[in-house]
């Protein structure tokens, strides 16, 4: 059984409207919640990262967290052509454990 | 401009030859992480170090691979003997102990193509 699920997609969306890229994840005990951006051939980027519940913005981006529906997303308003890559959403269950646990991300296009 | 680095970055081998990965972690991160991705399986951890000491090595096949740490400069992967479903881009990563701004940097990957 998958830890952390993603829509594999792809995910098409015009150029200047909002992309919305959901996460869910099986251990109630998580604590932080990562995204990451991995564009064709490249290695993974991070993007945001969150420990609370409710929203947090950095720019065109808003990750959402939902503990109690153990659901994460990441908003990407204004989206560009550049913003087209594979969006991994990652899980650390926390306190010492250093491990990142992976979805197998969800492919997003931005058409111009 | 600290980065993670990792050689080779493309290694192309014949079945049952063994293979060696390299992977430079930034300077003064003390755990290092070796990742496998595949399109069917997405990105897998293989093993983790802390300070050099193995962590976790659960997600990693015993009987053929083997991971270490000679030093706080170097992380090995190695496949011996290699198959061709070990073709696959092997991440390393490096960071710091978890903390508010946890996050872990990857290497540009070797990719391993096995015929």
């Known amino acids: 059984q998958k830890e952390v699920e993603q829509n594999s997609g792809p995910l098409s969306v015009p150029e200047g409207a909002i992309a919305s890229l959901n996460c869910t994840y099986s251990d109630r005990g998580s604590q932080s919640f990562f995204w990451y951006r991995q564009y064709s051939g490249k290695s993974p980027e991070l993007i945001m990262f969150?420990?609370?519940?409710g929203d947090k913005e950095d720019g065109r981006f808003t990750a959402q967290l939902n503990k109690a529906s153990q659901y994460v997303s990441l908003l990407i308003r204004d989206s560009q052509p550049s913003d087209s890559a594979t969006y991994l959403c990652a899980v650390r269950v926390g306190g010492s454990n250093y491990k990142l646990t992976f979805g197998k991300g969800t492919l997003l296009t931005v058409n111009p | 401009d600290a980065r993670v680095t990792q050689t080779p970055r493309d290694k192309v081998t014949e079945m049952g030859q063994e293979v060696t990965m390299r992977c430079q972690p930034i300077?003064?991160?003390?755990?290092v992480f070796w990742y496998r991705q595949t399109m069917m399986q997405g990105l897998e951890l293989l093993a983790y170090?802390?300070?050099?000491?193995?962590?976790?090595d659960s997600g990693m096949p015993k009987d053929r691979f083997s991971a270490e740490m000679p030093d706080a400069t170097l992380a090995t992967l190695k496949i011996q003997p290699s198959e061709p479903r070990d073709s696959a881009v092997y991440f390393c990563a490096s960071g710091l102990p978890p903390g508010q701004d946890y996050e872990q940097y990857f290497g540009p990957g070797t990719r391993l193509t096995v015929t």
């Open positions: 300077l003064g991160h003390n755990t």
């Open positions: 170090f802390r300070n050099r000491a193995p962590l976790d």
């Open positions: 969150i420990y609370s519940n």
